[in-house]
């Protein structure tokens, strides 16, 4: 993947505390252990996959912390994620619901 892993991270965490949520509620949400979140988020020993990002997105989205698909589609980019990595028949829903839908 190629992206900007800190414009990322700062965007998620943005996105999570304006929901109101923790990196552990993430981590939950994701299926990761809050411990392996943080490691993929700051590249220590793990590394975030596409399909990491893409759960990342659709927990915020469920949260209604991405709000479009306008902004999903830029959480992907600065990861260095095509939006093409979207479950298939996503981006059907509108704003607040889980963005691939």
Same mark, same amino acid.
């Given at each position: 993947? $190629?992206?900007d %892993?800190?414009a990322?991270?700062?965007a998620?965490?943005?996105?999570?505390?304006?929901?109101?949520r923790?990196?552990?509620?993430l981590?939950r949400g =994701?299926?990761?252990?809050? $411990?392996? %979140?943080s490691h993929? /988020?700051? #590249?220590?020993? +793990?590394? %975030?996959?596409?399909? $990491? =990002?893409? #759960?990342? =997105?659709? =927990?915020l989205?469920?949260?209604?912390?991405?709000?479009?698909? +306008?902004e999903a589609?830029? %959480? /992907?980019a600065?990861?260095g994620?095509p939006?093409q990595a979207?479950?298939?028949?996503?981006w059907?829903?509108g704003?607040g619901?889980?963005?691939?839908?």
């Amino acid at each position: 993947m $190629d992206g900007d %892993l800190a414009a990322f991270r700062e965007a998620v965490r943005a996105a999570r505390r304006a929901a109101g949520r923790t990196q552990q509620q993430l981590a939950r949400g =994701v299926g990761v252990h809050p $411990d392996v %979140l943080s490691h993929k /988020l700051h #590249a220590r020993g +793990a590394v %975030l996959t596409s399909a $990491d =990002v893409t #759960a990342i =997105v659709t =927990v915020l989205a469920g949260w209604g912390a991405v709000g479009s698909q +306008a902004e999903a589609r830029g %959480l /992907l980019a600065l990861a260095g994620v095509p939006a093409q990595a979207a479950p298939p028949g996503g981006w059907a829903g509108g704003p607040g619901t889980a963005c691939w839908r």
